[in-house]
Every structure is written in C-alpha cells, then in structure tokens.
C-alpha cells in the first residue's frame, strides 16, 4: 500500500504476471477515473511525460499504471524548500518541469475531449464561484475571524470578472489544458526527467493558473527571484509552442499582469482545501500548510497595490489572519484537531552496548527500533570513520535498499502514532533507534524519521544522536 495524500483513491505498489512492477489505483468516482483514464492515454500518444495506463477494469472503478518509482519533486528540491537556497541541480530541475508544463498545456490540448473533464470541462465562472465559496465556509469561517460578507463578495464579483476577461485565459486561448493541481508533489522523477501525475481535475482553463498553482505552492518556499527565473523559461518554451498549427500569440506584458490575479485565486482555493482536510478529515498536516499560504498571501497584497485596490476585503482578512494565528487551529472548532503545535517528538540514535535512551519527559510512550537487522556499512573499511550523516554512507545504505524497507514499516507506525496524539491532545512521544555502534544504520534512521514528521506534520523534533553528541531542535 501506498500512502494516501489529499484524495480518498487507494494506491498499491503491485507485481504484474509479467514481474513488472505497476501502480493499481483503486477509485471512488467512476467520472473521476474516466477523466483520468483517458487523459492519461491521450497525452502518452503525444510523447508527453505521464505514466502509460496499463490495464482498466470494467466498470472502470479500478486501473493499473505505469511505475514511475519514488522519487518526487517536491522530497528532490527539499534542500532549497529547507534553506531557501536552491542548488544549480535544484534549479535545473525545476526549470526542466516549466518547460515540459507548458508542453502538456499546449501540445495536450491538441484534439482533447473537453467533455470528458472532471467536474467541469472549462474554467469558467461556476468554477471560480465554487473554488471561493470552498475558501468562505471551508478556511474562513472556520477561523472566527470577522468579516463582511457583502463585502467579501463584492471582491469575489471582481475576481470572476478580472479572471474570465485577462488576456490569455481561455477567451483568447481556447484550446489550452489547465493542469489544475500541478504542484512539486505530483512530479515524479526518473532519469533526471519530470513526469506527471494527479491530473485527472484539468480542464480547457488559461495558462497563467498552473504556473501559479507551482511557484506559490505553499511549502515550496521559492525565494521571487527564483520565481521571476523560473517564470521566464516557461514563457521561453511556451512561445515555441503551436495552437492549432498556429503559433502561441503571448503578449509578455499582458501575461505578466494578469499573474497576480491567478495566484491570488489559486492560495484562496489551497487555503479552503487545507481547512476541508484539516478541519473536517482530521488531517492535520493540511494545518501545516495554512501560515505557509498566509505568508504568500500578505506577500501578495503587499508587492501589488492594484490586488489591494480591487481585493480590498481579502487583503484586509490577510493581515487580520496572520495577526491571529492561534485561530487557526481553534480546538474548539467541530471535528479540529488539537494544536499539533503542542507535541513534541524526541527521536534518539544510540548503541545498543550502552543501553537504551531513557525517557526524559516521564511520558514512558513511544518505540524502540532495533536497526541491527539490516546491512552494517561499519564492516566495511571505507565507512568506519563516517555516520549515518555522511554522504557515502547514506547512499550505501539507499542503494542497498534493505533500510528503506525497513522504514516503510516504522513510517506507518508512528505516522499513525503522531496522528493519535495529535488528535487526544497529548504532547511527548519518544521514537529511539538503536545499532551496535550508533553510528551509521541508527543514525540514519533516526534522521529519516525526524525530518519526515518535521515536514508532514511541522511538529516539534527534538534530534538526539547520543553516541555523536548531536543535539538540536526541528522548530
């Protein structure tokens, strides 16, 4: 089993009676997997990156696909989402991504069935209404913020009409596909090429939203200037590009102007999606993403006066929220959970020769891994004066592969452990990873699992590699 992210589809790693390995996909929506379906058949016949549709079933409520591995994006740039500096390798792969959107927007559109698009077949102003009334009563009044709501619609009767009348939307580019979701997290890598998924909500829509739906995503934390680059090899590829064997006619002025209208709308309808999953499936890492968006938000109104002028409603509630912050995870908001904020998780390294870390919160919950069970690069001469923290031995151990499946197995158990103490309150778990010396297999573990809980849940880490002497917080 693969595990779920924002939908209710069931994703399973599978050995087809060939021995090759495929993804089954499990739906809930027989239109849902239909869209998909067939888009995924029409872009493989055009040469685009995504994975081939192996097998459907009859009812088309299940399907098989191509594996695409592991390798995401968004975990691919995570040292540039971390420190905001983003490496030449970061940088090239995001560059290699815009290009190839703008292939499946333009190149995809070619002789597309609209009709078959999940829910809608366009962007259009029932579109737009829904993705706004999603932000009101999904984030908004779930925050207990005041608010007018004439006042609010006023802006949301300014925004239908500023998205459906900016040039290049799909009056002036009719025939282009809008992604919808395209984000870091559903770009899979292989070979060093992006390839895409998670598309089965695209629809005939402008250019401007995918691109803005990418760069603003809420936890990519891309510094402008990086936006700025990244948005001139897009706009590069995107005029090489044919419509109907006539070629793209963008007015970069024009496109550039109506940018901050779409990535407005777009941070509205993600910060309505992380209240749904938050506040009402009880997932709490969609929480962790809200003050992300909030800050892009107040970004957003404060670079352009003329969003201020026509929003002003929204950009008053931007500043209101972010001086607010403790009403975002209200714990006496219906079906919220706790503040996730108020667990932490001490996660140690340590040898097994001298003895198990004790539990310094007095809690007495949590795990003990014993990590001796997999393949020790400390037999080896080259590794003996490393640690789970040094390159060569991670890749050792990543290309060995037998700790890996050694965490899929912890990753489910304290995922689901995280998620219980979140949701009853409860603020110390302890998770330990023990191996003969400390040093590489227990070091690396307890690394994984520490920043995997940082990043999902934005909890409290506190890292411990006793044998190494390391001691320090994941805030």
Known sequence: MLKQQGSNRIYSRETDA???????????????????????????????????????????????????GDTVLFDAIRHGRETGIFSEEERTLLKRTLRALAHIQVRGAQDFDWSVCFPVPAFDERSIRWDLNYFKYCFLRLTRIEFSEPRLE??????????????YTLHSTPYTFLYRDFQSRNVMLRDGQPYFIDFQGGRRGPTQYDVASFLWQARANFPQSLRDELIEEYLDELQKLKIKNEKLKINIS???????????????????????????????????????????????????????????????????????????????????????????VTVYSFSFKRGIPEDASGNGGGYVFDCRSTHNPGKYDEYKTLTGLDQPVIDFLEQDGEILRFLESVDQLVDHHVERFLERGFTHLQVSFGCTGGQHRSVYSAEHVARRLHEKYGIRIHLIHRERGIDRWLE
């Open 154 to 167: 006023d802006d949301f009767d300014r925004m239908v009409k500023n998205l459906l009348s900016t040039p």
């Open 18 to 68: 060939n021995g090759q390995s495929v993804i089954r996909v499990v739906g809930t929506n027989r239109d849902e997997n239909h869209a998909f379906i067939y888009m995924s058949r029409h872009f493989a016949e055009l040469g685009l990156p995504v994975p081939r549709v192996l097998w459907v079933s009859d009812d088309e409520m299940q399907y098989t696909q191509e594996d695409l």
């Open 254 to 344: 024009e496109w550039k102007a109506a940018l901050p209208h779409f990535v407005l709308f777009r941070t509205l309808q993600v910060l309505g999606a992380y209240g749904y999953r938050g506040y009402y499936e009880r997932k709490p890492h969609f929480l962790q993403s809200i003050p992300n968006a909030l800050r892009n938000l107040r970004e957003l109104f404060a670079q352009h006066a003329s969003l201020r002028e026509a929003y002003p409603e929204i950009a008053a509630l931007s500043e209101e929220l972010g001086a607010n912050p403790s009403n975002l995870n209200n714990p006496n908001t219906p079906n919220t959970p706790t503040n996730p904020t108020n667990l932490t």
